[in-house]
């Protein structure tokens, strides 16, 4: 029973190019969860997601950044232009359901170095 | 608003010794609290949580916590290190509405010295 699977788990751009990370969460879970960790500091929440539907973007970058989980296929996190201060580890979740007891499971982690 | 506090973001203790990972939070309601463990260029993988059940709640790998409602404290313990328990650590809460929101602390390097 395969995990959250993200890809890549590097990736390389220069500023002004966009990224693209990708996240297949586990199989029959349909809550998906982006976080953003920053060099020496937690993680932090960006995006909540649900098949078709961004349920809760209160924690995203008001520019630059996008997410979605299509009907088919993984969910994506974008982001546009990158900046340095886009440099960090991208870590999605998933879960069987959205309250405090169902466990979120996290995949390895996208890590984004900008150059 | 909630947070976290994680006391020392470096820890070290001899194989063996006694482990004891420090976690204070804010929560203006009754709250739900993590423990993860991130291995190097790993993700994060669930040791325990505290759900309003038991307080004294036990993990995988030996991890067991503590939930102190006066002291709003959730330290993590282990009798006997392991130099597999060198890992970061993460204490996390959720509450109220909103409550898939986890709110992580600065995390805290634990190293095991043989």
């Known amino acids: 029973n395969a995990g959250v699977m993200q890809n890549p788990r590097h990736l390389v751009r220069r500023r002004g190019q966009e990224a693209r990370l990708r996240c297949s969460p586990m199989?029959?879970?349909?809550?998906v969860y982006w976080y953003r960790q920053l060099p020496e500091e937690g993680l932090k929440f960006m995006v909540y997601?649900?098949?078709?539907?961004?349920?809760?973007e209160s924690g995203m970058p008001k520019e630059r950044f996008s997410a979605e989980f299509p009907k088919e296929g993984p969910s994506i996190l974008r982001i546009q232009q990158v900046v340095r201060g886009d440099s960090a580890a991208y870590f999605c979740?998933?879960?069987?359901?959205?309250?405090?007891?169902?466990?979120?499971?996290f995949g390895p982690g996208t890590r984004l170095t900008v150059l | 608003a909630q947070s976290v506090t994680q006391l020392g973001s470096h820890v070290s203790v001899s194989e063996g010794a006694l482990v004891l990972l420090r976690c204070n939070y804010s929560s203006s309601v009754p709250p739900y609290l993590f423990w993860y463990v991130q291995y190097p260029n790993q993700g994060l993988q669930l040791l325990l949580k505290y759900t309003s059940a038991a307080t004294l709640v036990k993990g995988i790998n030996g991890f067991e916590a503590e939930f102190k409602k006066s002291e709003t404290s959730f330290h993590l313990t282990k009798p006997s290190a392991h130099m597999s328990d060198a890992a970061e650590y993460f204490c996390?809460?959720?509450?109220?509405?909103?409550?898939?929101?986890?709110?992580f602390g600065k995390g805290t390097k634990l190293s095991v010295i043989p």
């Open positions: 996390a809460v959720t509450s109220g509405a909103g409550s898939y929101q986890l709110t």
């Open positions: 199989k029959g879970h349909s809550h």
């Open positions: 979740a998933s879960s069987s359901g959205d309250r405090p007891t169902d466990t979120q499971y």
């Open positions: 997601l649900q098949k078709e539907n961004i349920i809760d």
